[in-house]
Nanobody, 123 residues
């Protein structure tokens, strides 16, 4: 069982990045998925999640800027990040859980984690 995250990098404020997370060893379609940010010196926080029925949820800090999506045929989930800000800097992790709704905000509810991909927003 593996989640492989990719797509991070260095971007200027206002720029965009698209993160990808590919699953192997299990089928994503029956899981809710989340993208977490671990900023320097802080714990992991959920920025965006997508339930098994494709309904999304977003942290207030990214609403209107980030879009989460999934492609079950490719067993993958994505995070389109636009209008990036300095505070979006950190390591981004994708994760899978069987929990839905409010439980998705708790990182302890996630069963599988990717290795993380680093995003740096800097001029």
């Amino acid at each position: 069982v593996q989640l492989q995250a990719s797509g991070g990098g260095l971007v200027e404020p206002g720029g965009s990045l698209r993160l990808s997370c590919a699953a192997s060893g299990f089928t994503l379609r029956s899981y809710s998925m989340g993208w977490f940010l671990q900023a320097p010196g802080k714990g992991r926080e959920l920025l965006a999640g997508i339930r098994w029925d494709n309904s999304p949820l977003y942290a207030n800090s990214v609403k209107g800027r980030f879009t989460i999506s999934r492609d079950n045929a490719k067993n993958s989930v994505y995070l389109q990040m636009n209008n990036l800000k300095h505070e979006d800097t950190g390591v981004y992790y994708c994760a899978a859980t069987k929990v839905v709704y409010s439980g998705m905000w708790d990182d302890r509810q996630y069963n599988y984690w990717g290795q993380g991909t680093e995003v740096t927003v800097s001029s």
